[in-house]
């Protein structure tokens, strides 16, 4: 039944805020792990290199449009490529898993919160009082988002064709393939299964399939996609993590395969 | 080590099966100004941060303006910051507070203050009215009403259970910390926009609206709207995020518009059909 005063700070600055609880720990994993993600991806297209084992691919270079693997569709490196300019078949197609990740809804919130601190969190403090958020130019162009989902859901077919081919191992001896199964298969699986799981959530899938109607009664089937695509975009957010671990993961087997650092173990 | 754990947790978050005293900081002022006043008072297993106020209120501060009505988590009248976030104070339990330390409540930082923990949240109501009233399509049952399927309904449902607490407002970094209230009319906002937008029955297009005057490219989806609100509307991916994209559909991307279009002709060409039909 005490009573005392204490002054209050009236502005408030960049991080002040009167949370107790860790409000820092999302953004500061977000930021990590974004962070690892860029670095690491960034480094394995540059490689140019190791990105094949047997019948494998690794998804930074699937589909390899040109390439010195067995798996390019259009055979070598093309010839109106600038000599002085970096080469790697993952710059080909890299931009547009890339894209669709940088204009995803979920990403967004995500990274304007870790890296630009608009907020750092709910109800923290910001460091600037300038905001035009996604009103105008460069932050507008995030409408672009469906466009970059309609390729990542072409990704996914190339994708579960590298599956397929993941599936049929050659006979070094013969040049025979017949069927089989290794870990590295059954890595590449996991890998469509959780791209497919964010693709298919994704929010602006989910309004090109049926959102944009206000009568789903009209449209049965049309309502049956979108509860699927709904039904994925609730756990949006663990599907973009995840099979952004994963794809990560998925290059490094390959990847560790080819260099002989890792023996893929057959299982069939 | 569990058991450390445990300790380290009933330390923190107090057993409230006794009485036991803490301190509460209370924002105590008006528009000129005011500051956090720290009151002691005994509380009980079971009671929430409004009890605790009521008790303090009198107690000791006969004059700490509080509003609120249901004390049920319904009427959304008790809306205030407590520990820094956002919460209806009849629904946030004493127990799940770090007690430890004073508990800190203070008015909803983006609306002004009238007197200690009471806002004027009247800005809501005014930025209500701009929005597009619902629109409906001409009767079309023969009892001279309409019918609407289930599966239609189910979704502008959930908008449906708003309580207007404004804390979605509140916690929208663009009204608390950028103060654009006259660009961005916030998620509470949004909401009843898309309650109307997304309604089987209605006829009227809003948004031309949604990207000018209400705003909704300030939105930059941090979901803080979604963390705060009580009734567990999942406003940003369920309201705002699909008139974000209703709002491409007409402005940024070509080929839905296109489509768009295509689709209104053919429906007019539909509606016009019949009535041509007698000559």
């Known amino acids: 039944m005490s009573s005392s005063a204490e002054a209050v700070v009236k502005k408030r600055a960049f991080g002040q805020t009167m949370r107790r609880d860790a409000w820092w720990k999302v953004p500061v994993a977000v930021f990590c792990g974004l962070s690892a993600f860029i670095i690491y991806s960034t480094w394995a297209a540059f490689q140019g290199a190791h990105y094949t084992y047997g019948p494998y691919l690794s998804p930074f270079y699937s589909p390899e449009l040109f390439g ?34 940088l204009t995803c809804y979920y990403y967004r919130g995500a990274y304007y919160k870790a890296f630009w601190a608009d907020p750092p969190s709910c109800a923290v403090g910001e460091p600037r009082k300038f905001y035009r958020g996604e009103n105008s130019f460069p932050l507008i162009m995030q409408n672009v988002h469906r466009y970059f989902m309609y390729i990542a859901v072409l990704f996914i077919v190339f994708l579960s064709i590298d599956v397929w081919h993941a599936l049929w191992f050659e006979d070094p001896d013969t040049g025979v393939k017949s069927f089989g199964i290794g870990v590295g298969t059954l890595v590449l699986t996991l890998n469509v299964v959780l791209l497919g799981g964010y693709t298919f959530g994704c929010h602006s899938l989910r309004h090109v399939v049926g959102g944009f109607l206000d009568q789903f009664s009209r449209s049965p089937s049309r309502f049956k996609v979108y509860s699927c695509v709904s039904c994925l975009n609730k756990r949006h957010m663990l599907w973009a993590w995840m099979s952004l671990f994963w794809v990560g993961f998925t290059d490094l087997y390959v990847r560790l395969c080819a260099m002989e650092v890792w023996t893929d173990f057959r299982i069939l | 080590m569990r058991y450390r754990a445990e300790q380290c947790v009933h330390s923190r978050f107090l057993l409230l099966s006794e009485m036991s005293k803490t301190t509460f900081r209370i924002w105590r002022g008006d528009r000129e100004g005011g500051e956090f006043r720290g009151y002691e008072t005994e509380i009980t297993e079971g009671m929430v941060v409004l009890d605790a106020v009521h008790q303090i209120q009198a107690e000791s501060a006969g004059d700490l303006a509080c509003r609120w009505n249901c004390k049920a988590g319904k009427c959304g009248s008790c809306s205030a910051e407590v520990n820094g976030m956002p919460k209806l104070m009849c629904m946030t339990r004493l127990s799940d507070l770090p007690l430890d330390e004073p508990v800190t409540v203070q008015p909803m930082k983006a609306f002004p203050i009238i007197k200690d923990l009471i806002t004027d949240v009247s800005w809501n109501y005014r930025v209500k009215k701009k929005i597009k009233k619902f629109k409906p399509r001409p009767p079309d049952a023969e009892d001279d009403t309409w019918r609407m399927a289930q599966e239609d309904i189910d979704r502008v449902q959930e908008f449906r259970k708003c309580i207007e607490c404004f804390l979605c407002q509140d916690v929208c970094h663009v009204l608390r910390d950028h103060d654009l209230h006259d660009e961005f009319i916030g998620p509470r906002a949004m909401v009843y926009t898309a309650a109307l937008e997304m309604h089987p029955l209605d006829t009227e297009d809003r948004t031309e609206e949604l990207r000018k005057a209400y705003g909704i490219g300030y939105c930059n989806i941090t979901k803080c709207c979604t963390k705060v609100c009580p009734e567990e509307i999942t406003i940003t991916d369920n309201a705002i995020i699909p008139l974000k994209e209703r709002v491409v559909d007409d402005f940024y991307d070509p080929v839905a518009r296109f489509l768009k279009r295509l689709g209104r002709g053919k429906a007019k060409a539909e509606t016009e059909a019949p009535a041509a039909k007698p000559d």
Not at chain 1, 71 to 87: D, E, Q
């Open chain 1, 68 to 101: 010195d693997s067995p798996h390019a569709w259009f055979g070598p490196k093309p010839g109106i490529w600038p000599g002085w300019l970096p080469w790697s078949p993952s710059f080909l197609i890299l931009w547009a898993p890339a894209g669709f990740r």
